[in-house]
């Protein structure tokens, strides 16, 4: 029941005839129960005190009357218990908590001393023999513990802990005792009970109150009951009336129905829709109207309607076939792009000419951020059409394409149709962005979709899984997007015209920006031309140190950062133009975001200098090559993929069995262990266009003649020390001319495309054409060549 360490054992038989009293108030203590008592009178203190300096025992007697505060002798019953105080607090407001378990009654015989507190001398109680034949007794138990369980019934009973002692408990005394504690009974009843001598007795009496309890309990029950037969009737007849209402509604419905079905009817005559398709709109109407109006059925039928009578099934609109007008609105809308719009310019002609758009679709293929997406906008503008854009990133699932069937809860058109509701009209330009990005998996094969949507034979007649019905998608202009060509389907790329779009350079991203972005940015903010300017060095400050991007998405960004912040001044007061220069630039857009990529600051023997192509554009990337004592092995670091992990062995095959030319000697190769480190580990690498720049490094390692700073090179490499063509030259050109180098090394089988990079670029860079390696080692060094002398070299290992 308690604490074990505390607990005292209960048949404590040695009870001293003296003890201190402590008279208590509004509580019966019986034998074995554990009480907390507060103990606030000054004379009960003392008693405490003195009780724990000497055997922890005290005489508990309840007082007669409870608001007394020094009561007399008389006022106090003579029949108590004697306790054992456990546990003792003292309150900070003087008063004592103390823990008390009740031990064995006893009898106040005579009062021995009153100050500073009462000690009286006591008589034990002897509990007499059980006189009950063991039948009654057992059928008195029997009756309370049955009474103990109704009670328990109603969730009355306190103390679930007891319960099991309770259950167990045969000796008459301690079950009256334990369960009298918890009946809640008056201070009177619980005395009586105290000074009842028999346990039989005393059990007769508990089992009396109990009776008397749960009749009180029934009765409450009963009330309750009844009390919520009350409100179940109300309930009843708000239910009864609902139902009422719902069939009046439902008699007078007949009207609203049929006003339903009109409206419909009128809005599929309104659609032009093809003979078929207005049929089959007919036909869910007749439907609809046979079932439950607020069935789920029903708003099934009615979202399928609404697409219906909501799609473009004969709406068009009227082509401007225009070419002089197209060539303007693009030049309007687009700086630079010359060959681009010039191409577009074509297809229109063509199309022009053969009344139909039924050419190969134009697929825009370049870095995010170059204007692909706005050069369809400016298409469609130039042909008075509407324009509907659907990302296809991440799609993996065919539905996605083509819809889900009706069949599915919350089924939806695909994409293509949606656009198409969209758009309004049948015959949009329609672009399909990131068509690279499509996905294959087990959802089924969203490229397939697709090829139907883009295969002029077939898409008179699409047929979206939602709508059921074939749509006619003949008339729409599809313009595809990419990043990459790779990733696209073959069958995909078959049926489209791939137009390359590349980065540009610093000189067009600061035309694009003053001519268009800073432009539409103003007018957006609603910022006035006088209001703010830019100069030069500012916006090169912007695109140098606030931007890396092939494109001009992230400057557009930047200054519409800018204007904000503009926006705000004016506002907030302030006077004059803002001009942004490069000294302030700072002040709008916080610390720079990149640092141009460190030049290195001498030639140096080990580290050349490569050119990479990402998808977000170009970038130069440094090759370091180091050696070290060990036994032949080659290591490569800086997140490189196998491709490019195979292409420097091969760089380094070719270097071994070139030792003589490059005047390598003694052979370090079994001696040393080499190392290959592309620096920004973060950025994954790959591909073979490296390898020249690996061999190079490891020439200038090997022989130590140091490579130019000034030359950068991208080639793949064979065994032979071929130099083989690489992709991605323009990006590339761009990202050496952006970091300050002046020689570029090539392979000679890229020459051919050298006109794709505009004369501006080429300006102030030598290009040197490689077909192999020694054209690079002449190109890469001062001295025309590596060779090594054998002093530095021997000085070197
Ligand atoms: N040559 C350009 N002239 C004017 N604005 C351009 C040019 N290229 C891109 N932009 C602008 O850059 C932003 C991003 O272009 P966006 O068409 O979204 O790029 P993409 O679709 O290639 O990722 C647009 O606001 C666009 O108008
Ligand atoms: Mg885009």
Redesign the pocket.
Do not use: C, M, W
């Given at each position: 029941m308690s604490d074990a360490t505390l607990a005292v054992p209960l048949d404590r038989p040695e009870v001293p005839d003296t003890l201190p009293l402590l008279p208590v108030r509004d509580i019966v203590v019986f034998p074995n129960m554990v009480v907390p008592l507060f103990v606030g009178r000054e004379s009960s203190i003392h008693a405490v005190r003195f009780a724990m300096e000497h055997s922890r025992l005290v005489m508990l007697a309840s007082q007669k009357v409870s608001s007394t505060e020094s009561p007399q002798p008389s006022e106090i019953y003579t029949t108590g218990t004697i306790a054992t105080v456990m546990r003792m607090i003292t309150l900070s407001d003087g008063r004592i908590k103390l823990l008390l378990q009740g031990m064995v009654k006893a009898k106040i015989v005579s009062y021995l001393q009153s100050v500073p507190f009462y000690t009286v001398r006591l008589q034990k109680w002897d509990e007499p023999k059980v006189t009950l034949p063991d039948i009654e007794l057992h059928a008195l138990i029997r009756l309370v513990r049955g009474q103990i369980e109704r009670i328990i019934s109603f969730g009355r009973f306190p103390v679930t802990k007891a319960i099991p002692v309770i259950e167990h408990m045969e000796d008459p005394s301690r079950l009256s005792d334990l369960i009298a504690q918890h009946l809640g009974l008056t201070m009177e009843a619980a005395q009586d009970l105290l000074e009842t001598v028999d346990p039989v007795a005393r059990l007769k009496k508990v089992s009396s109150f109990m009776a008397k309890e749960i009749d009180i309990l029934t009765m409450q029950q009963e009330i309750q009951v009844e009390a919520k037969g009350e409100i179940d009737k109300s309930q009843r007849e708000y239910f009864l009336r609902e139902q009422m209402k719902a069939i009046q509604k439902e008699l007078n419905d007949g009207d609203e129905r049929s006003l339903e079905s009109k409206e419909f009817r009128e809005k599929i005559a309104a659609a032009s829709m093809p003979k078929k398709v207005e049929e089959e709109a007919e036909k869910q109407v007749k439907r609809m109207e046979k079932m439950h109006p607020d069935s789920a059925e029903t708003a099934n039928i009615r979202t399928y309607l609404e697409w219906l009578i909501e799609m473009p099934w004969s709406k068009e609109t009227q082509d401007k076939l225009d070419l002089a007008l197209a060539e303007k609105v693009l030049n309007e809308?687009?700086?630079?792009?010359d060959k681009v719009k010039e191409r577009i310019v074509e297809y229109l002609a063509v199309c022009s000419i053969k009344k139909t758009m039924k050419g190969p679709i134009l697929c825009?293929v370049?870095?995010?951020?170059?204007?692909?997406?706005?050069?369809g906008r400016s298409i469609a503008r130039a042909m008075g059409r509407e324009f509907v854009l659907v990302s296809l990133g991440g799609v993996h699932d065919e539905a996605e394409i083509r819809g889900h069937r009706r069949t599915y809860i919350g089924a939806l058109p695909g994409r293509i149709i949606q656009g198409i509701k969209q758009a309004g009209t049948k015959n949009p330009i329609f672009m399909l962005?990131e068509i690279d990005k499509v996905g294959t998996d087990f959802r089924g094969d969203p490229s397939s979709a697709l090829l139907e949507v883009l295969d002029p034979k077939q898409n008179h007649a699409f047929s979206d899984h939602y709508l059921g019905l074939p749509f006619d998608l003949s008339k729409v202009m599809f313009i595809t997007?990419a990043n990459q060509i790779d990733p696209i389907p073959t069958p995909l790329k078959d049926r489209m015209e791939i137009i390359h779009?590349s980065g540009?350079t610093l000189e067009?991203k600061v035309a694009?920006a003053r001519?268009?972005?800073i432009p539409?940015q103003m007018a957006e903010h609603g910022v006035l031309p006088a209001q703010v300017r830019f100069d030069n060095a500012g916006i090169r400050k912007i695109i140098a140190h606030y931007t890396r991007e092939a494109?001009?998405?992230n400057l557009?960004r930047e200054i519409a950062h800018i204007m904000r912040k503009t926006a705000r001044k004016i506002v907030e007061g302030a006077l004059g133009r803002q001009v942004i220069t490069g000294a302030n630039v700072g002040n709008f857009l916080g610390t720079s975001k990149f640092q141009p990529e460190a030049a290195v600051e001498k030639d140096t023997v080990g580290i050349a200098t490569g050119l990479a192509w990402t998808p977000t554009g170009g970038d130069i990337i440094r090759v370091e090559a180091t050696m070290m004592r060990g036994k032949g092995g080659l290591s490569l670091t800086g997140n490189l993929g196998d491709v490019m992990k195979e292409s420097a062995q091969a760089a380094l095959s070719y270097i071994r069995s070139n030792e003589k030319a490059l005047g390598i000697s003694p052979n370090p190769f079994s001696e040393n262990d080499i190392h290959i480190h592309v620096p920004s580990g973060a950025i994954p690498k790959d591909g073979p266009s490296a390898g020249i720049t690996m061999a190079t490094a490891l020439a200038s390692l090997l022989t130590g003649v140091p490579v130019r700073r000034d030359v950068a090179m991208t080639g793949e490499v064979t065994l032979r020390g071929r130099v083989l063509q690489i992709g991605g030259l323009k990006e590339k050109v761009l990202a050496a001319k952006r970091a300050g180098m002046k020689i570029i090394v090539l392979p000679k089988q890229n020459e051919k495309d050298l006109d794709e990079i505009p004369p501006h670029v080429q300006k102030g860079l030598k290009f040197v054409f490689a077909n192999d390696m020694s054209d690079v080692l002449t190109a890469a060094s001062r001295q025309s060549g590596f060779k090594a002398t054998p002093r530095r070299h021997s000085g070197r290992l």
């Open positions: 809308d687009h700086y630079g792009l825009f370049g870095p995010p951020g170059v204007g692909k997406t706005s050069l962005d997007t779009l540009y067009e694009i001519q268009f972005l539409q494109g001009v998405r557009e």
